[in-house]
């Protein structure tokens, strides 16, 4: 069991940056690919970025690529999402995961899931 905690939300006005944590229980917290999704009001949640076991290769959805950095230090149980030239669009909830078995971008295979942290950015 893995118990995943985002932190790090909060409103920004765009072309600002903002640096989301996902603080992760157990000590197996190595053996799992984690990844960040977020979700809008009244549209589905989307993939964002995605970082395999060790950290050595990452994976990101089109529209946040160049703008979003992921990054995870296992030695303190944690993965990152620095995000840059935030764009109103960005707004959503954003949600880490982890999978034991699977690198991607498809939610499905995730098997566990934070709360959520809320990111808005204003025009």
């Known amino acids: 069991q893995v118990q995943l905690v985002e932190s790090g939300g909060g409103l920004v006005q765009a072309g600002g940056s903002l640096r989301l944590s996902c603080a992760a229980s157990g000590r197996t917290f190595s053996s799992y690919a984690m990844g960040w999704f977020r979700q809008a009001p009244g549209k589905e949640r989307e993939f964002v970025a995605a970082i395999d076991w060790s950290g050595h290769s990452t994976f990101y959805a089109n529209s946040v690529k160049g703008r979003f950095t992921i990054s995870r230090d296992n030695a303190k149980n944690t993965v990152y999402l620095q995000m840059n030239s935030l764009k109103p669009e960005d707004t959503a909830v954003y949600y880490c995961?982890?999978?034991?078995?699977?690198?991607?971008?498809?939610?499905?295979?995730?098997?566990?899931w934070g709360q959520g942290t809320q990111v808005t950015v204003s025009s």
């Open positions: 995961a982890a999978s034991r078995g699977y690198y991607g971008d498809n939610s499905r295979r995730y098997d566990y």
